[in-house]
């Protein structure tokens, strides 16, 4: 699917409008991220990056999406320490002693109906590990350029939360009432946190345990213009499995030099 496309079915987006004179450049664009390989112009040992139209930068790329791995080689998930990674995988069954059946593909697979969100034939594994985290989670290298300011993105839990909050796994109990787990998305502009958006992931209400299953939309136009976004996951909960899976994430952007 092009990505023009999926912007205007997702985010009702503004028409791009750019110009150069004399040298000189203007641009105002939605940009779409569908985390498949066929958009990315690099993937390395600690960073997604996306093609981009942004011609001024050899970069290229409106958004860095960060990860930390132990080691230089992308193939071997075992040494994914945090932040993000590409996955195709997914686990739609959950069912108690699903996880001993297989934890491998359960740990990096989605549990919703579909590969990706909006027909995507990927989507971003994300991992919260305190400690073992990239620098940022998320950076938008044209500061100097202009603004960019998130719009959109689909989220859904991965098999292994999934089956772990229902039925529990290893030391992690399965959700009682009150229990939670949620994703924190923060906006960070000139050194300083500016806003934040809380998704819950799981959460066991009065009306019993309510968990993404599919791809669900949330809108992040709270956060404002950013230098970086910074992801979490928080539940109190001990040793719950700290995954998410991103996909579809829409930004404006405003750029002139």
Request: some cysteine; overall charge negative.
């Amino acid at each position: 699917m092009k990505i023009s496309t999926v912007i205007s079915a997702v985010s009702a987006a503004l028409v791009a409008v750019s110009c150069m004179n004399n040298g000189s450049f203007k641009s105002s664009y939605n940009d779409y991220f569908p985390f498949e390989s066929d958009y990315l112009s690099n993937y390395t040992s600690d960073s997604l990056y996306f093609k981009g139209d942004f011609i001024q930068s050899s970069a290229g790329q409106t958004l860095i999406f960060h990860g930390k791995r132990a080691a230089e080689d992308i193939e071997d998930v075992s040494d994914f320490k945090g932040g993000f990674m590409l996955s195709l995988l997914r686990d739609t069954l959950v069912e108690e002693g699903h996880l001993a059946k297989g934890i491998y593909r359960s740990t990096y697979a989605t549990v919703a109906d579909t590969t990706g969100a909006d027909n995507s034939k990927g989507f971003a594994i994300f991992r919260y590990n305190p400690g073992n985290m990239p620098e940022h989670c998320v950076t938008f290298p044209h500061t100097a350029y202009g603004s960019c300011r998130p719009q959109l993105v689909s989220v859904c839990n991965t098999n292994l939360v999934a089956n772990a909050v229902k039925y529990g796994y290893g030391s992690c109990r399965a959700f009682q009432p009150g229990d939670y787990m949620k994703l924190v998305i923060t906006s960070v502009l000139n050194g300083y946190p500016s806003a934040n958006v809380e998704i819950m992931l799981a959460e066991y209400t009065d009306s019993g345990l309510n968990m993404i299953d599919s791809w669900k939309r949330f809108d992040l136009t709270k956060l404002g213009d950013f230098d970086y976004l910074e992801f979490s996951i928080l539940s109190n909960v001990d040793d719950v499995p700290l995954y998410c899976c991103i996909d579809g994430m829409v930004v404006s952007v405003d750029l002139e030099g």
